[in-house]
C-alpha cells in the first residue's frame, strides 16, 4: 500500500472507532435518562393513585346504600382523569427537556422511524432556532447507518415539536404529539397498570 492509502486507512479507522465510541455514550445516556424517567413516573402515578383512594374515599361517604353503580362510575372517572393527566404530564416534561435531553430524544425517535432512502428532516421554527450545531451530522449519520441519507429542510414545518420525514411524496409524522397519539392506547395501559395494579 502507498503511503497516502495508509493514512486514508488509519482516517477511516479512528472514525469507526469515533463512531462506536459516540453511539455507545448516546446508548448509555438514552438508557439512563429512560429509568430516570420511570422512576419519576412511578412517583407521579403514586400521588395520582392517592389523590384517586381519597376522592373514592369521599364518594364512598357521601354514597348511600344505592349509589353503588354511581360509585363504580365516579372510581372509572377519577381513574381516566388521572390518566389523561399523568400522559398530559409526560408529554410537557418532553417537550420542556434542556436542548441537550431533547435533541438525543429526537435522535432516538429519528432512529426508530428513518428508512434506507433519501430524504429530508424537517423541523418546526422553535426546534429550529435552538438546533445544536453537531444535529444535522447526526442525523445523516443515523441514515447512512439504515442505508439512505437525510437533510435538514431550510423548510419549516407548522409543527411545535419533534419533526416531519420527508420521503419524496411521502411524509411521516414524528411530533411528539403524533407519537402520543399512535401510542396511546397502549401507553393507557401501562399508566392503568402502574395506577391500579
Not at 24 to 35: G, R, T
Not at 106 to 121: A, Q, T
Not at 146 to 168: M, P, V, W
Amino acid at each position: 500500500m502507498s503511503g497516502l492509502e495508509n493514512i486514508i486507512k488509519e482516517i477511516d479507522h479512528k472514525a469507526e472507532l469515533e463512531a462506536g465510541q459516540i453511539l455507545a455514550e448516546a446508548k448509555e445516556y438514552c438508557d439512563d435518562y429512560l429509568e430516570q424517567q420511570k422512576v419519576a413516573v412511578a412517583n407521579e402515578v403514586a400521588e395520582y393513585e392517592k389523590k384517586a383512594e381519597k376522592e373514592r374515599e369521599l364518594f364512598v361517604s357521601k354514597s348511600n346504600s344505592g349509589g353503588e353503580f354511581e360509585e363504580r362510575n365516579a372510581v372509572l372517572k377519577a381513574k381516566q382523569k388521572n390518566i389523561d393527566l399523568a400522559l398530559k404530564n409526560a408529554y410537557q416534561k418532553m417537550a420542556e427537556l434542556s436542548d441537550q435531553e431533547y435533541f438525543e430524544m429526537l435522535l432516538k425517535i429519528l432512529k426508530s422511524n428513518v428508512v434506507d432512502k433519501d430524504g429530508e428532516l424537517l423541523l418546526g421554527e422553535k426546534d429550529a432556532k435552538r438546533l445544536p450545531q453537531d444535529f444535522a451530522n447526526k442525523v445523516n449519520q443515523i441514515a447512512k447507518e439504515c442505508g439512505g441519507s437525510l437533510t435538514i429542510s431550510s423548510e419549516k414545518a407548522d409543527i411545535a415539536n419533534g419533526f416531519i420525514l420527508r420521503y419524496g411524496m411521502i411524509e411521516e409524522n414524528c411530533t411528539l404529539q403524533a407519537l402520543m397519539d399512535t401510542k396511546m392506547e397502549q401507553l393507557k395501559d401501562i399508566a392503568s397498570r402502574q395506577l391500579f395494579g
